[in-house]
């Protein structure tokens, strides 16, 4: 009786540890990942705006028929490197028909503790960094950025609900203002499909 208690308890224990693997690796790797055929908005992506690192207003009117790629950022997570690889793909294809904006975020492991100034500072002495960089926000729960409200939720976006996992997760948003993917934290961003979206193929 007690062997089976016992083995019931392990295998209890066990498929608990199972799941929060689960959500652990799920959360390392950024939530969700999709591809959207290209759908009308049900609320306008270019009537958001956002205030950037230096605390100026900017207003997505002027992505209007820009490619865009939106990320969360940090500067202390397993993928603050890809900020090299962010500014390549900016140095490549960035100008009037490419962008990329950086959410910095501090709701992932507290990997973004730096004011604007530390973090404009470290972009720009490690990483070289000349893309576009907003101030700090809130991805997701009751303080979720307007821009991400937009993302995250398909009756804005008009594709699919999405939740932000990890730090360095991708949006692509077409330059009509439509959501065509949200790719995890993994993404390259100078693998095939970022770099094709970028350069408009």
Not at 124 to 153: A, D, I
């Amino acid at each position: 009786m007690k062997r089976t208690v016992m083995s019931i308890a392990l295998a209890a224990i066990a498929l608990v540890s199972l799941a929060a693997f689960g959500t652990y690796k799920g959360a390392i790797l950024g939530g969700t990942e999709v591809r959207y055929p290209l759908t009308v908005a049900m609320s306008d992506f270019h009537s958001l705006t956002a205030t950037t690192l230096d605390g100026k207003t900017f207003d997505f009117t002027q992505l209007k028929g820009k490619r865009v790629l939106i990320v969360n950022t940090a500067s202390r997570c397993g993928y603050t490197p890809q900020y090299k690889k962010l500014q390549a793909l900016f140095e490549q294809h960035g100008g009037d028909e490419f962008d990329i904006l950086g959410f910095p975020c501090n709701q992932f492991g507290r990997q973004e503790p730096g004011s604007a100034s530390e973090i404009g500072e470290f972009c720009s002495n490690n990483y070289g960094v000349t893309f576009q960089l907003m101030s700090k926000v809130e991805v997701r729960g009751n303080g979720q950025h307007p821009v991400y409200s937009w993302l995250c939720n398909a009756s804005e976006n008009g594709v699919g609900d999405h939740s932000v996992g990890w730090n360095f997760h991708k949006f692509l948003v077409d330059g009509e203002g439509r959501l065509v993917a949200s790719l995890k934290s993994g993404a390259d961003p100078l693998g095939d499909e970022i770099a094709g979206f970028a350069a408009g193929r």
